[in-house]
T-cell receptor, first 114, second 113 residues
Framework: DTAVSQTPKYLVTQMGNDKSIKCEQN?????MYWYKQDSKKFLKIMFS???????INETVPNRFSPKSPDKAHLNLHINSLELGDSAVYFC?????????????FGQGTRLTVV | DQQVKQNSPSLSVQEGRISILNCDYT??????FLWYKKYPAEGPTFLIS?????DKNEDGRFTVFLNKSAKHLSLHIVPSQPGDSAVYFC????????????FGKGTKLSVKP
C-alpha cells in the first residue's frame, strides 16, 4: 500500500541509452516532483508538475523530460544518458497549495550509467 | 552554490544522550525550514518544521531551534534511540510552507546502544 512508488529501484545502463523511470502515487495529490541526489549527496529539485503545468528547473538538461499520462503518474525519461547522470532519483507528490510537510517521497531509483 | 549547508557528514551518539544536528543557510529570504529523516533504500520522510517567525518548535523527542541572526538551525533529539539512526536532511523554503524545498547534503546519525 505504498503512497509513492517508483520503478525500477535500480537501473544500470550504458552511456548513450535512453531510459525511463516510472512514478505513481495513490494519494490523490495533484502535484508531483522529481528530485536528483547526486554523488555529492545534494538533493535538488528537477521538476514540479501540477496538472498540466510543468515547471522546469533551468539547470536540468533538456535530455530529461517528465511525462504525465494522468495526475497519478509522472514518469522521467532520460535520453542519451551520460556518466554524470548517475544518481539517485526521487519522485514526490503533494497536494497543490498543500503544506510541504505533507509531501511524500518515493523510495528512490539508483541510476548507474557505465 | 550551497544555500543550505550541513557541515557534519556524520554524527555518532550514545543511546539515551542528546543528538544535535546543525544546519546553516545563506539566503536570509528563506521563511520555512524542515527536517527530513531518511533510512537506507527509502525516500526522505518529514520529521519536523519551523516557520521563520518562530525560534523553537517541539514535537516529542524532537526540537528544532532557529537562530535567524546567525542563519542557523539545529535539530535536537533527546533521548536518542538506536532507531533514530538515519540520514537527516535540513531543507529550506522561500515560499513559506508551500514553496519548493532546497536541501542540505544530510548528516548521518548513528545512535549506539
Amino acid at each position: 500500500d505504498t503512497a509513492v512508488s517508483q520503478t525500477p529501484k535500480y537501473l544500470v545502463t550504458q552511456m548513450g541509452n535512453d531510459k525511463s523511470i516510472k512514478c505513481e502515487q495513490n494519494l490523490g495529490h495533484d502535484t508531483m516532483y522529481w528530485y536528483k541526489q547526486d554523488s555529492k549527496k545534494f538533493l535538488k529539485i528537477m521538476f514540479s508538475y501540477n496538472n498540466k503545468e510543468l515547471i522546469i528547473n533551468e539547470t536540468v538538461p533538456n535530455r530529461f523530460s517528465p511525462k504525465s499520462p494522468d495526475k497519478a503518474h509522472l514518469n522521467l525519461h532520460i535520453n542519451s544518458l551520460e556518466l554524470g547522470d548517475s544518481a539517485v532519483y526521487f519522485c514526490a507528490s503533494s497536494q497543490a497549495g498543500g503544506l510541504l510537510e505533507e509531501a511524500f517521497f518515493g523510495q528512490g531509483t539508483r541510476l548507474t550509467v557505465v | 552554490d550551497q544555500q543550505v549547508k550541513q557541515n557534519s557528514p556524520s554524527l555518532s551518539v550514545q543511546e539515551g544522550r542528546i543528538s544535535i544536528l546543525n544546519c546553516d543557510y545563506t539566503n536570509s529570504m528563506f521563511d520555512y525550514f524542515l527536517w527530513y529523516k531518511k533510512y537506507p533504500a527509502e525516500g526522505p520522510t518529514f520529521l519536523i518544521s519551523i516557520s521563520s517567525i518562530k525560534d523553537k518548535n517541539e514535537d516529542g523527542r524532537f526540537t528544532v531551534f532557529l537562530n535567524k541572526s546567525a542563519k542557523h538551525l539545529s535539530l535536537h533529539i533527546v533521548p536518542s534511540q538506536p532507531g533514530d539512526s538515519a540520514v537527516y536532511f535540513c531543507a529550506a523554503s522561500l515560499g513559506g510552507s508551500q514553496g519548493n524545498l532546497i536541501f542540505g547534503k544530510g548528516t548521518k546519525l548513528s545512535v549506539k546502544p
